[in-house]
């Protein structure tokens, strides 16, 4: 799971070929707009592009993606998703052996999420990521192989993708993209990781989900804050777990 809050590990030395990966995948973002407008003023207005980097099993990416989604609803913006892994993030911590065959188990997802992107484009992979969130976290199923399979078959997208679960043959792109995300807000951090234009954040960990207009009021509260160059950290202890209360699913 994610250690949303916690120190997530530290990236470890990448070779030149990693970083010219990276630079290849990097996610492609509009200018940020300085201010968000409500509801009753997007006419006209050019959208903002919000990238989104994820890990299918993390809940608390889980929740802000959804919070995303209410966000758009209500300002002028569109939410890009992008693959990130918390294996690779944790990839030579020390961890014990379970954790570690757990952290194995988890590339599989990612490893489709990243197919599905590149074969399909952010669209499906968007739809992925709706399809497998709501099976893990709304509807505890487990993640597996049944799992992936069945979220592909929920938008209609070939069986066949799943091959790529147990195989590594796209892991160098697994960590470009995830690199792409990471290296603007650093490895001691989780996900969700978001960018706007050139400010970057670990965040927002959030339960329940905003909704509605106070959902905007969140987004534009955290985008202000993170857009001042010598922020770094605001935080208080978590008090509850994932709170799925109105998400459909």
Not at 220 to 225: K, T
């Amino acid at each position: 799971m994610a250690k949303a809050g916690k120190k997530n590990g530290k990236r470890k030395g990448k070779d030149s070929k990693s970083k010219a990966d990276k630079s290849k995948t990097k996610a492609k973002s509009s200018s940020a707009t300085a201010a968000h407008p409500g509801p009753d003023d997007t006419s006209g207005t050019e959208l903002t592009t919000v990238d989104f980097w994820f890990d299918p099993q993390c809940p608390w990416a889980w929740l802000a993606s959804r919070w995303m989604l209410e966000v758009e609803k209500v300002r002028p913006v569109k939410t890009v998703f992008h693959v990130m892994s918390l294996s690779v993030l944790n990839d030579g911590d020390d961890v014990s052996d379970d954790d570690r065959q757990r952290l194995e188990r988890n590339f599989a997802p990612v490893r489709v999420a990243l197919a599905v992107e590149r074969d399909y484009g952010s669209e499906q992979l968007a739809a992925f990521y709706t399809a497998i969130g709501t099976r893990v976290h709304l509807r505890q199923e487990e993640v597996s192989i049944d799992t992936i399979r069945a979220a592909l078959a929920d938008i209609g997208l070939p069986a066949e993708l799943v091959e790529v679960a147990e195989v590594g043959d796209n892991d160098d792109a697994v960590r470009a993209s995830h690199y792409a995300g990471m290296d603007p807000v650093g490895m001691d951090v989780g996900t969700p990781v978001i960018h706007v234009g050139d400010v970057a954040f670990f965040g927002p960990v959030i339960s329940p989900r905003p909704t509605g207009e106070e959902a905007g009021r969140v987004f534009d509260g955290v985008l202000a804050l993170a857009s001042y160059p010598g922020f770094f950290e605001l935080k208080r202890t978590r008090t509850v777990g994932p709170i799925m209360d109105g998400i459909a699913g």
